[in-house]
């Protein structure tokens, strides 16, 4: 089970930190993925961070504000976001995903987490 926690209301410009956090699943045996899903849009994949290397890949549209990390001894990724818009706004899931490359990005995900909302309003 991935569960996601440090979602919230957060004014334009802010910062946010989400943690993923493996319960049951070792993390370090997987990459893991960030996606998000805004309402009335379809989800998209952001961020994801390779299992060993560390290897991340971003979206345009979220490329230079955001940073994925993992901390395998805690069995947690996080994804720090600064600079946050108004069209941040989005439920935020963490999943794991069988690849995720600087270039190709996301590969076939397997579990998922519930989500933490995200809010950005003034």
């Known amino acids: 089970q991935l569960v996601e926690s440090g979602g919230g209301l957060v004014q334009p410009e802010g910062s946010l930190t989400l943690t993923c956090a493996g319960e049951?699943?070792?993390?370090?045996?997987?990459?893991i993925a960030w996606f998000r899903q805004a309402p009335g849009k379809e989800r998209e994949g952001i961020s994801c961070?390779?299992?060993?290397?560390?290897?991340?890949y971003y979206a345009d549209s979220v490329k230079g504000r955001l940073t994925i990390s993992r901390d395998n001894a805690k069995n947690r990724v996080y994804l720090q976001m600064r600079s946050l818009k108004l069209e941040d706004t989005a439920v935020y899931y963490c999943?794991?995903?069988?690849?995720?490359?600087?270039?190709?990005?996301?590969?076939?995900?397997?579990?998922w987490g519930q989500g933490t909302q995200v809010t950005v309003s003034s």
């Open positions: 999943a794991t995903t069988r690849r995720c490359t600087r270039v190709g990005g996301i590969g076939q995900t397997d579990f």
């Open positions: 049951g699943p070792v993390l370090d045996d997987y990459a």
């Open positions: 961070i390779s299992s060993r290397d560390g290897t991340a």
